[in-house]
């Protein structure tokens, strides 16, 4: 196949150039008020905009504090009703025009699902966008990369869902099927596979279709969340007897990963593939907006955040966020350019798709401010454990697992954690519910041992309430059936490319539910 990547470059290194302004003085300020400025003015034209009056905000002096004086900040529960008036068809409620478009995503603890507006704004102005910021800082990493020699393989969701009496053209599945279904269709000749089988709702039909349409193909880039593609190589390697994922695509080189943490997979990825041919970088990209992308070739530089994608951005303080009061959230919360390096924020956004103010539930890191503004994800609000003061998140959680398994040669296929309160004399302890891919040689003991010392490391708080076993004792590791987290996604009606296992909580009804599957 020819390869076209030297005549695309110069249309990806636009996005690369015009990050590059950001680093200015005053560049993230400027960026991130023209947005909201952008926001206010089109969103003026829908019943939010005339309610809170975007019309009159947009000619105030300080926009951005007239905005967060005027607009209360929001869950999913909050604008629930809006949405799904909009799902029945309604046009002009939180952005101007009829919205067909929705991605269904894991629901809060009033709904099993939520359903975010992908408007065709936030499609233009964000999700492709990003996108295009992720192909750009690729190229702009790897000169010699011949990234469209070939084609990209991306592990994509359906529009499976349970709503009833849709109205016509309304689509609700995804983010990813949204994204397949609506992209240009020149994209499609240079993706596998094609779209017929990626928006396939029944993953056990799928799944080898999948296999099926790839093997044959000379495939130089995958996307898509790290442990559900791990599965697919691995039946990859299955159906063509091969022992590296190099056999079977020769050009492969850059795995454009995002959802869950890479870390504890990457050892796994190195035994499937060529070391010395492959890149990953990571994104951020979630059913509400495309946020950032991992633009330098240090995993630990964190991610660029996107600041002129039709998202205006503010962080709430931790302390703050954890009560979850969203009249202190809307008080306390900062713009990008007040926000210090090494703190860790709740996300709000304000976005295209008419989400505005609106409380994410993510916690990000800030990696660093000068010269770019860089973000490393952090978890969930509610997806972490403080059950003993211990603060434990989840990217502390990646990076110990990551760092146990190297020292003892294990490998994790799936995960969660929760705290076991005490009783009977006992101090409490957190729980692991693990599956390997490989055991560790030297038992859950040892592992739970090197765990424990690495958690430690890690994390302050949780050192300080381990010393001595006066607060919590050592942790303790529980082994997962083979295949017992997919059964349990299944279970939720969450078995597929896109779903994700909350690895932290600070109660037991997640780890509870996963050892009762069946």
């Known amino acids: 196949m020819i390869d076209f990547t030297p005549l695309v470059r110069p249309w990806f290194m636009q996005r690369v150039k015009a990050s590059r302004e950001w680093t200015a003085d005053g560049g993230i300020e400027r960026a991130q008020r023209r947005q909201l400025a952008m926001l206010l003015h089109d969103g003026a034209r829908c019943r939010q905009g005339e309610e809170l009056d975007f019309k009159t905000l947009s000619s105030c002096r300080d926009t951005v504090e007239a905005f967060r004086h005027t607009v209360p900040v929001s869950r999913y529960e909050d604008v629930r009703d809006r949405v799904m008036r909009m799902v029945g068809g309604e046009p002009d409620v939180l952005w101007p025009g009829r919205c067909l478009r929705f991605a269904q995503s894991s629901g809060t603890s009033g709904d099993k699902s939520k359903y975010i507006p992908v408007t065709t704004a936030s499609l233009r102005q964000n999700h492709y966008l990003g996108g295009r910021d992720t192909v750009a800082h690729y190229l702009a990493m790897c000169p010699d990369s011949r990234l469209f020699s070939g084609k990209g393989f991306i592990l ?45 709702a029944h993953w056990d039909e799928k799944l080898p279709a999948l296999v099926a349409a790839a093997s044959r193909e000379n495939v130089t880039n995958i996307s898509g969340v790290p442990s559900w593609f791990m599965t ?31 870390e504890p997979y990457r050892s ?109 994800i952090a978890g969930r609000t509610r997806c972490f454990i403080n059950a003993f003061g211990e603060e434990l998140m989840v990217h502390n959680a990646d990076a110990a697992l990551a760092r146990a398994c190297e020292a003892t040669g294990a490998s994790v296929e799936n995960y969660t954690a929760a705290p076991i309160y005490a009783d009977g004399g006992h101090h409490g302890c957190h729980q692991w519910l693990i599956e390997w891919s490989t055991p560790p040689a030297c038992g859950n003991e040892a592992f739970a041992d090197i765990l424990d010392t690495e958690l430690q490391r890690e994390n302050s708080d949780y050192q300080a309430k381990r010393a001595d076993s006066i607060f919590l004792d050592r942790l303790c590791i529980t082994d997962a059936a083979p295949g017992q987290f997919d059964r349990w996604l299944a279970a939720t009606g969450k078995l597929g490319g896109q779903r994700k296992v909350p690895r932290l909580s600070n109660d037991r009804r997640v780890i509870e539910a996963v050892m009762k599957a069946e």
């Not at 190589?233 to 990963?257: M, S």
């Not at 990825?269 to 951020?284: F, G, K, S, V």
């Not at 530089?301 to 205006?312: Q, S």
């Not at 969203?326 to 900062?334: D, G, P, R, S």
Request: overall charge negative; hydrophobic content about 50%.
């Open 156 to 200: 994509g969701g359906s529009f499976a869902n349970e709503l009833a009496d849709l109205p016509r053209g309304v689509r609700v599945g995804d983010l990813s099927a949204n994204l397949i279904e609506a992209i240009n269709p020149l994209a499609n000749l240079m993706r596998v596979p094609d779209k017929a089988t990626a928006l396939m």
């Open 232 to 262: 697919v190589l691995r039946k990859i390697l299955e159906h063509t007897g091969a022992t590296n994922i190099h056999d079977v695509w020769p050009g492969l080189e850059v795995f454009f990963h995002g959802g869950i943490s890479f």
């Open 268 to 376: 796994q990825y190195a035994t499937l593939t060529d070391p010395r041919r492959m890149h990953y970088l990571e994104t951020y990209n979630a059913s509400e907006g495309f946020f950032a992308v991992q633009d330098s070739k240090d995993n630990n530089a964190g991610m660029l955040l996107l600041l002129d994608a039709g998202i205006f951005f503010e962080f709430v303080p931790l302390a703050v966020a954890e009560r979850e009061d969203m009249a202190e959230a809307a008080a306390a919360a900062l713009p990008a350019w007040a926000v210090e390096a090494g703190q860790i924020y709740a996300l709000v956004i304000s976005s295209c798709n008419g989400l505005m103010r609106y409380w994410l539930g993510d916690t990000v890191e800030i990696v660093s401010t000068s010269p770019r503004l860089r973000i490393r």
